[in-house]
T-cell receptor, first 111, second 114 residues
Framework: QKEVEQDPGPLSVPEGAIVSLNCTYSNSAFQYFMWYRQYSRKGPELLMYTYSSGNKEDGRFTAQVDKSSKYISLFIRDSQPSDSATYLC???????????FGSGTKLNVKP | DTGVSQDPRHKITKRGQNVTFRCDPISEHNRLYWYRQTLGQGPEFLTY????????KSRLLSDRFSAERPKGSFSTLEIQRTEQGDSAMYLC????????????FGSGTQLSVL
């Protein structure tokens, strides 16, 4: 069993839709949770970072963490074609010696 | 802050050859990570340095892989006797080492082993 599970998609939505991306994990020692966006043939770029259960909002993006269920989500409001990319969840234990990534969800926002 | 730089961007080699990649992290970042990513998969951890010390290494990493960070600045990743299964994107990331760490990735080196 992988430490981090993520639905690979692809997920196709119309412009303006609300997008929900999710990951589950098995290691209760994970304390830090991140979402990265990756365009084709580029390195991942950090979108959201949180370390506690609850919600964190940044513009059109909201990250949600439920440690009791070992479940994290990323919501994108008013999705744009430029949001079309692969979204990776990542998480780490307290020492940051290793970050564990999901397999990524490919998102396509249609104009 | 010029970001994480990786060189080369692309490398094509024949099976059995040795290859070396270089990573220049963000200045003053003392944590440096190497990851490998294949098509349709997320980045897979290879190794982690804090300054010049290699503190973590994946059990999946065979003896053909070696990484160094001799002065705690740039790092090199060498693959000896390459195999076709080594074909992947090799990503380097750095992090400040000041507490709540966030990975900043380079654009990667795409390796193709023929």
């Amino acid at each position: 069993q992988k430490e981090v599970e993520q639905d690979p998609g692809p997920l196709s939505v119309p412009e303006g839709a609300i997008v929900s991306l999710n990951c589950t994990y098995s290691n209760s020692a994970f304390q830090y949770f991140m979402w990265y966006r990756q365009y084709s043939r580029k390195g991942p770029e950090l979108l959201m970072y949180t370390y506690s259960s609850g919600n964190k909002e940044d513009g059109r993006f909201t990250a949600q963490v439920d440690k009791s269920s070992k479940y994290i989500s990323l919501f994108i409001r008013d999705s744009q074609p430029s949001d079309s990319a692969t979204y990776l969840c990542a998480m780490s234990e307290y020492n940051f010696n290793k970050f564990y990534f999901g397999s990524g969800t490919k998102l396509n926002v249609k104009p | 802050d010029t970001g994480v730089s990786q060189d080369p961007r692309h490398k094509i080699t024949k099976r059995g050859q040795n290859v070396t990649f270089r990573c220049d992290p963000i200045s003053e970042h003392n944590r440096l990570y190497w990851y490998r990513q294949t098509l349709g998969q997320g980045p897979e951890f290879l190794t982690y340095f804090q300054n010049e010390a290699q503190l973590e290494k994946s059990r999946l990493l065979s003896d053909r892989f070696s990484a160094e960070r001799p002065k705690g600045s740039f790092s090199t990743l060498e693959i000896q006797r390459t195999e076709q299964g080594d074909s992947a994107m090799y990503l380097c990331a750095s992090s400040p080492g000041t507490g709540e760490e966030k990975l900043f990735f380079g654009s990667g080196t795409q390796l193709s082993v023929l």
